[in-house]
Structures are given as C-alpha cells and as structure tokens.
C-alpha cells in the first residue's frame, strides 16, 4: 500500500505569511495514462469533517481562496497558504486517491505565530 | 443541496457487531462511488472502504479487511458499513464521504462508535 508521509506535524506561522506543507508517498501517484497526480487535499478544523480544498494536486476546489494552492508531481507534493489568515488554522491532511485503496497523510496542524 | 447523514454508532462491547448508516440526499446517489473514512479521538483520518457505483467494486484498508463490510442501497439512498469483531481500536468518529474520482468532496458529520467492555 502507498503511505504518505506529511511534513512538519506542525507549525506556528504568522499572519499574512507562508505557510508550506509537504507531502511525500511512498510510490509515485501519477498516472501515465492521463499525467495526472492522484492527491488531494484537505482541511480540518476542530468538530468539523474535513473539507476538500484541492484534487489532481493543484486544481482547486470552487469557493476555495486563491491563497491556498497546490504543486508537485509523482512522489512529492506540496499545499501553500500563501497569506496566512486566522481562518485557516487547521490541520491539513493529504491524500492518494491511486488505485483501489485510498491513504491520508498523518496531518499536518497549522497555527498562528 | 448535498447531504450525508451517518448513524448508528453507540457503545459496544469488544468482539461485538454494530452496522452504520450514510442516508444520502440532494444529488445522484446511484452514480457516485462513496467510502467511509474513520477518525479516532485526538488522531488522524483513515480511510476504510469504497464502493463504486452499482456496487462493482469495492476495496478495504487491511485493517478492517474481513472484519467490515461495506454495501449500498441505491433505492433507498443510503450506504452502510457491517462492522464485526469490534476491537478497542476501532473507537472513532465514521465518516461517509462521496468520491469524485477518489477525491472526497462531501463529508458526512459523522457517527461516533465507542468499542469498550
């Protein structure tokens, strides 16, 4: 099975700066067939179900601010929030969506500096 | 609107059976694959299960592989998860979640099982 793997568990960010996520699988999750990277991710705040913020790594959910914004290919991906705002304290999760199982990073959780 | 609804958890004895719930409304349910996905007190999210549409295929994470299955109603709209040889483990929030093409783009609330003698 593929494991992600997210990068830092956490961080303190202050307002209006750059937050950056990392997240790495264990095999490459882009399909030769349609080059496109099979990752996700989400946003969970406390009590809530997580939401989808990005699909295909890097387009963006409609309703989704342009801060946040998706990279990577194959193994290695990344989530940017690129003016931190209160709102967005969170924890993030990626996920794989190759193949016939799905698997979620362990999160990584966003606060305020 | 989208709607998911979840139920069914309750406390059950370890070794004990339980089977949830996802009653879908405002959209197509007989197209979409739909997955439960688990997420225990403090911890991070784990995906179970899917299904697909017409109920084709289906896949599960090792860990309830055996022990849990996953089905679907689409007369009725609604998804469920049989759930045997409850472990202690097991103790979460389930969550059932639409698929669109293997991204989850609605979520349920969620229904809290509590594995516990």
């Known amino acids: 099975d593929i494991v992600m793997t997210q990068s830092p568990d956490s961080l303190a960010v202050s307002l209006g700066e750059r937050a950056t996520i990392n997240c790495k699988s264990s095999?490459?999750?882009?399909?030769?067939?349609?080059?496109?990277?099979?990752l996700g991710w989400y946003q969970q705040k406390p009590g809530q179900p997580p939401k989808l913020l990005i699909r295909?790594?890097?387009t963006r959910e409609s309703g989704v601010p342009d801060r946040f914004s998706g990279s990577g290919s194959g193994t290695d991906f990344t989530l940017t929030i690129s003016s931190l705002q209160a709102e967005d304290v969170a924890v993030y999760y990626c996920?794989?969506?190759?193949?016939?199982?799905?698997?979620f990073g362990q999160g990584t959780k966003v606060e305020i500096k | 609107q989208v709607q998911l609804v979840e139920s069914g958890g309750a406390l059950v004895k370890p070794g004990g059976s339980l089977r949830l719930s996802c009653a879908a409304s405002?959209?197509?349910?007989?197209?979409?694959?739909m997955s439960w996905i688990r997420q225990a007190p403090g911890k991070g999210l784990e995906w179970l299960s899917y299904?697909?549409?017409?109920?084709?295929?289906?896949d599960y994470a090792d860990s309830v592989k055996g022990r849990f299955t996953i089905s679907r109603d689409d007369a009725q709209n609604s998804m469920y998860l049989q759930m045997h040889n409850l472990r202690a483990e097991d103790t979460a929030i389930y969550y059932c979640?639409?698929?669109?093409?293997?991204?989850?783009?609605?979520w349920g609330q969620g229904t809290l099982v509590t594995v516990s003698s």
């Open positions: 979640a639409t698929e669109n093409w293997g991204a989850f783009d609605y």
């Open positions: 405002g959209f197509t349910f007989k197209i979409y694959y």
């Open positions: 299904i697909s549409s017409a109920s084709t295929y289906s």
């Open positions: 095999q490459s999750v882009s399909h030769s067939s349609d080059n496109k990277n099979y």
């Open positions: 295909w790594a890097s």
């Open positions: 996920q794989h969506y190759f193949g016939t199982t799905r698997t």
